[in-house]
Nanobody
Framework: QVQLVESGGGLVQPGGSLRLSCAAS????????VGWFRQGPGKQREYVAI???????NYADSLKGRFTISRHNGKNMVYLQMNSLKPEDTAVYYC????????WGQGTQVTVSS
């Protein structure tokens, strides 16, 4: 059974940083493209970043330079480092693995507010 469990969300002030983690079980993140999506209040789920199976990470244009995605194949983990956070980054963040079918975590809430 595949499980993706996100952690690391919380309340942070504007300009702050958070590091999200996604622990995968039942699937090897080394064998698939992995990524993060988010869904803000009253918004549709949107793409954040992805690491393809081969090649460099890709980011939503609006997030380039502030967010960094990475994975640790040995720990079977995916990470999202978020810096210079803004109130508009407030959302539930979801981990994604591009299996067949694709797999999603339950999400972790990130709230950016003073």
């Amino acid at each position: 059974q595949v499980q993706l469990v996100e952690s690391g969300g919380g309340l942070v002030q504007p300009g702050g940083s958070l590091r999200l983690s996604c622990a995968a079980s039942g699937i090897s993140v080394a064998d698939y493209a992995v990524g993060w999506f988010r869904q803000g209040p009253g918004k549709q789920r949107e793409y954040v970043a992805i690491i393809p199976l081969w090649g460099s990470p890709n980011y939503a244009d609006s997030l380039k330079g502030r967010f960094t995605i990475s994975r640790h194949n040995g720990k079977n983990m995916v990470y999202l480092q978020m810096n210079s956070l803004k109130p508009e980054d407030t959302a539930v963040y979801y981990c994604y693995v591009s299996g067949s079918p694709a797999y999603w975590g339950q999400g972790t809430q990130v709230t950016v507010s003073s």
